[in-house]
């Protein structure tokens, strides 16, 4: 019986140690969130009397290097970028230098974000090598900000540069060489340091570029600079705003487009480019010529057809001369095509907008018949603007209506005489409730005119109004969303904004944005301050 019990016993203890197994993985322990540590550098990090062709540093665990051409930053640039090795998991870095080192020069290499460990690409952040081919570090240092121009904030980053001031500096030298130390803003702070700066007189500028080859390239990059030279050291914190230049005036080589059109694309002011026929031609032979609505181009068109293996023209833009010949193909002649530019919905503020593929010269309104949902006809004018080939069809618009708009054939009649088929639109208007509306007040407002936009969150203008004193601003048929106000002052007075231009030394026109973002809600009235420093 003892033996029994015994036995009996054993089975139960056995039993209770089946019960505690589980099955499953073991956890492996807490997450790894330390970045990597360096072990040493050879040569030393600050290193003075540099002579060497190669760096290496070594950290405590296998590290691998995450987006390293967007992250380092090697001031002052060299010639030829250095070989970075290896690209794949190691427990080091090495730096191979492939020019010669200036002398008695501070260098920085700035690694960003680049370095993280390979587990769990924890980033060793805004680690830095410095070393100077001298005997001493330069340790002077240059604060500031950069804005954008026009936008409410820069995309970040910027690219901040020096140039040293030498006997042999000229404005034109950002066009053509590096600069002497270069950084860039810090995430979406846009605030700058540069680093390890020595003594001396520069010129300070931005850039936002899309190649990341430290030369401003103008019609590709934004820009900004300080106007005056910057002694080091110094304690002034310096702002820079960001502006695209208006690329230098030029005309491309015309093009024939079709039978009788041939366009001309062009960049810069063009304010007064025309553009003259200099071949011979028939007696009998007309042209007219409008501009693009959206492109930076002249339709040139013609009558009759004519045989010239090619025409040549003289493009006349202030004192601008420029002789442009266009080989002349075998192509098809353009028929008359109308389109509406903004049917679907209007407000009273708007008139249908036509437009067509070839010049429009005449317009017949008693061919244009406008109806609204009862029915009833609504009276009709309208006017063409040849400058740029639109027409406005103008009845009044009330809210909660829509009106079916026929346009019978002869109503329009382009330069050869072509007239358009029967066309049919439908315009709808929403009720009042459905917009907001916004009432602004200036204080402070002392150097007019200005210029006050309503822009959406990605900065396109939705309305603007134009101020030569000081009176409310009213902005009505909003409709609900998130909006910005921004106000230019308009120097010049020509009723646009005006960037700048770095070798005029000329700044953009000023833009002040209302400091908060504003919701418009249907069927809702807001009244704003908006003050002014």
């Known amino acids: 019986m003892h033996r029994l019990l015994l036995i009996f016993i054993l089975f139960l203890f056995s039993l209770s140690f089946t019960d505690c197994a589980k099955k499953g993985r073991p956890s492996g322990g807490l997450k790894d969130s330390i970045p990597p540590v360096i072990v040493k550098s050879s040569p030393e990090n600050y290193s003075i009397n540099f002579d060497e062709n190669e760096i290496r540093i070594y950290f405590d665990e296998y590290i691998k290097l995450k987006d390293l051409r967007k992250e380092l930053i090697i001031s002052p640039p060299l010639k030829n970028s250095p070989i970075i090795t290896p690209l794949s998991t190691s427990k080091y870095i090495k730096i ?7 002398e008695n020069t501070t260098y920085s ?13 924890n980033a060793f952040k805004y680690f830095k090598y410095i070393f100077s081919t001298g005997n001493y570090i330069d340790s002077l240092t240059l604060k500031g900000k950069v804005q954008d121009a026009l936008l409410l904030e820069p995309d970040s980053p910027s ?8 006997e042999t ?4 030298l950002i066009l053509q060489e590096k600069p002497t130390y270069i950084t860039t803003t810090k995430d979406s702070t846009q605030i700058f340091e540069l680093t390890n700066l020595k003594e001396g007189k520069y010129l300070l500028i931005a850039l936002k570029e899309n190649n990341n080859d430290y030369i401003f390239q103008p019609r590709n990059d934004k820009i900004g600079f300080v106007k005056e030279f910057i002694t080091l050291p110094t304690d002034s914190s310096y702002t820079l705003t960001l502006f695209k230049e208006t690329p230098d005036y030029y005309i491309a080589k015309p093009k024939h487009e079709s039978k009788t059109h041939i366009i001309f694309g062009f960049e810069g002011d063009s304010e007064n480019l025309e553009i003259e026929l200099a071949s011979k031609v028939p ?45 002349m193909r075998d192509l098809y002649q353009d028929t008359l095509k109308i389109t509406a530019i903004n049917a679907g919905i209007l407000t ?10 070839t010049p429009l010269i005449s317009l017949d309104v008693e061919k244009i018949n406008v109806m609204d949902k009862d029915s009833l006809n609504v009276l009709v004018t309208g006017k063409i603007d040849k400058k740029n080939n639109t027409t406005d069809i103008i009845f009044k618009i009330t809210e909660k209506q829509s009106y079916n708009i026929q346009i019978l054939p002869g109503a329009f009649t382009d330069f050869y005489k072509n007239t358009n088929d029967t066309i049919n639109y439908r315009v709808r208007t929403k009720p009042l409730s459905d917009y907001g509306t916004l009432s602004l007040t200036l204080t402070n407002a002392k150097d007019f005119p200005y210029i006050v936009q309503l822009v ?19 902005f009505d048929f909003i409709s609900p969303g998130n909006y910005y106000v921004r106000l230019i002052y308009d120097e010049n007075k020509n009723k646009v904004w005006d960037t700048g231009n770095y070798l005029k030394k000329l ?20 009244n704003e301050t908006f003050i002014l420093d």
């Open 169 to 172: 500096f000229n404005d034109s």
């Open 96 to 102: 191979t230098f492939n020019d010669t080192l200036r």
């Open 283 to 327: 007696e009998d032979f007309e042209a007219v010529s409008y501009r693009d609505r959206k492109t930076d181009t002249i339709h040139y068109w013609f009558k009759p057809a004519i045989e010239n293996d090619s025409l040549l023209f003289y493009a006349r833009n202030n004192l601008w001369l420029d002789t442009l010949n266009t080989r």
């Open 109 to 121: 290499f700035s690694f960003g974000k680049s370095i993280v460990d390979n587990n769990e690409g």
């Open 456 to 474: 959406n969150k990605r900065f396109k203008v939705i309305s603007e109004k134009y101020l030569i004193k000081n009176e409310p601003v009213f």
């Open 507 to 526: 700044q953009p026109e000023k833009v002040i944005y209302y400091p908060s973002l504003l919701e418009v809600r249907a069927n809702w009235s807001l």
């Open 159 to 166: 690219t901040i540069m020096l140039y040293e001031v030498t």
């Open 348 to 357: 009273a503020n708007d008139t249908l907008k036509i437009t067509s593929n």
